[in-house]
Nanobody, 119 residues
Framework: QVQLVESGGGLVQAGGSLRLSCAAS????????MSWYRQAPGKQRELVAT?????NYADSVKGRFTISRDNAKNTVYLQMNSLEPEDTAVYYC???????????????WGQGTQVTVSS
C-alpha cells in the first residue's frame, strides 16, 4: 500500500514563507514524477509545480516557489516564499510511481495540507 503524506502547511502572513514536504511510503520500485497541486475554495485543482524529467511551475508561482526532491527518501518539497493571499489553498502532493516490477506505474495523491496566507 503506497501512501503520500504531506506536512508543513499552516497560517502565515503575506510575504512570509512555508516549506511543504511530501513523503511517499510503502512498496516503491521507482518514482517518475512528483508534483504539487492546489485547490482554493470554489476553484478547480491546479498544478503548482512538477518534478520529473523536467521541472515546471505555474506562471503564478514562478520565482517564488521551488520544488525539490530527495530521491533517497522518496520525498518532494515545495519551498514557498513571498506568499500572497492568493496562494491560500489546500496543497496536494501527487506522484506517478511504480510499486511492483512488471506492473505499469500508478497515480497517487496525498490527503492535502492547508496553507492560509493572511493579508
Amino acid at each position: 500500500q503506497v501512501q503520500l503524506v504531506e506536512s508543513g502547511g499552516g497560517l502565515v502572513q503575506a510575504g512570509g514563507s512555508l516549506r511543504l514536504s511530501c513523503a511517499a511510503s510503502g512498496t516503491i520500485v521507482s518514482i517518475s514524477v512528483m508534483s504539487w497541486y492546489r485547490q482554493a475554495p470554489g476553484k478547480q485543482r491546479e498544478l503548482v509545480a512538477t518534478s520529473g524529467e523536467i521541472t515546471n511551475y505555474a506562471d503564478s508561482v514562478k520565482g517564488r516557489f521551488t520544488i525539490s526532491r530527495d530521491n533517497a527518501k522518496n520525498t518532494v518539497y515545495l519551498q514557498m516564499n513571498s506568499l500572497e493571499p492568493e496562494d491560500t489553498a489546500v496543497y496536494y502532493c501527487y506522484a506517478i510511481l511504480r510499486s511492483r516490477i512488471g506492473r505499469p506505474p500508478g497515480n497517487y495523491w496525498g490527503q492535502g495540507t492547508q496553507v492560509t496566507v493572511s493579508s
